[in-house]
T-cell receptor, first 115, second 111 residues
Framework: KAGVTQTPRYLIKTRGQQVTLSCSPI?????VSWYQQTPGQGLQFLFE???????NKGNFPGRFSGRQFSNSRSEMNVSTLELGDSALYLC??????????????FGSGTRLTVV | GQQVMQIPQYQHVQEGEDFTTYCNSS?????IQWYKQRPGGHPVFLIQ?????EVKKQKRLTFQFGEAKKNSSLHITATQTTDVGTYFC???????????FGAGTTVTVRA
């Protein structure tokens, strides 16, 4: 079966711009989580969606937002980009309706560089 | 808020030796998961532990969940070059939808 697909793989943006990243989970998976990975901060939780509802949100500013569609595909948006937003953004999908009690399957990530 | 601490941050191992990475939480966890991320790759799920004191093995890897469900360890025996990568533990509280990751232990192997 197809894995978690994230697009685009690489992105270069200028400070102040906005960006939208996409994630298609494994077929049948309804939970999608987003993480920001940087060398200094590790994997930081952004938000988790299940059946189009955001169930949990990490400690990121309001410039970071997301949504999930009825087909479970998810997008995250970052507005007014800052240099510090440069990171690998990872999406993970899971079967789980009750929380992360099953292993996550991660996509290959989107490498965002802000210049 | 919940924090999952992981030590050591780096582990340099001679091929054939054993090593252990440790994970500690400030609060009781519902479960603990372990992931491996190869250089340039993405995290890959290894295993989940749920029960207090649980021990699971995958070939040369032994995973343990503490009795109080606040700590966990991963022990690798006879390290091989294929073990290179970063190992993350990740935990969740009961009725929470957030999986919190430790900072990871990056393993390098000397042949």
């Amino acid at each position: 079966k197809a894995g978690v697909t994230q697009t685009p793989r690489y992105l270069i943006k200028t400070r102040g711009q906005q960006v939208t990243l996409s994630c298609s989970p494994i077929s049948g998976h309804r939970s999608v989580s987003w993480y920001q990975q940087t060398p200094g901060q590790g994997l930081q939780f952004l938000f988790e969606y299940f059946s189009e509802t955001q169930r949990n949100k990490g400690n990121f500013p309001g410039r970071f937002s997301g949504r999930q569609f009825s087909n479970s595909r998810s997008e995250m948006n970052v507005s007014t980009l800052e240099l510090g937003d440069s990171a690998l953004y990872l999406c993970a999908s899971s079967l789980d309706s009750r929380g992360p009690s099953y292993g996550y399957t991660f996509g290959s990530g989107t490498r965002l560089t802000v210049v | 808020g919940q924090q999952v601490m992981q030590i050591p941050q780096y582990q340099h191992v001679q091929e054939g030796e054993d090593f252990t990475t440790y994970c500690n939480s400030s609060t009781t966890l519902s479960n603990i998961q372990w992931y491996k991320q190869r250089p340039g790759g993405h995290p890959v799920f290894l295993i989940q532990l749920v029960k207090s004191g649980e021990v699971k093995k995958q070939k040369r890897l032994t995973f343990q969940f503490g009795e109080a469900k606040k700590n966990s360890s991963l022990h690798i025996t006879a390290t091989q070059t294929t073990d290179v990568g970063t190992y993350f533990c990740a935990g969740t509280l009961s009725n929470d939808y957030k999986l919190s990751f430790g900072a990871g232990t990056t393993v390098t192997v000397r042949a």
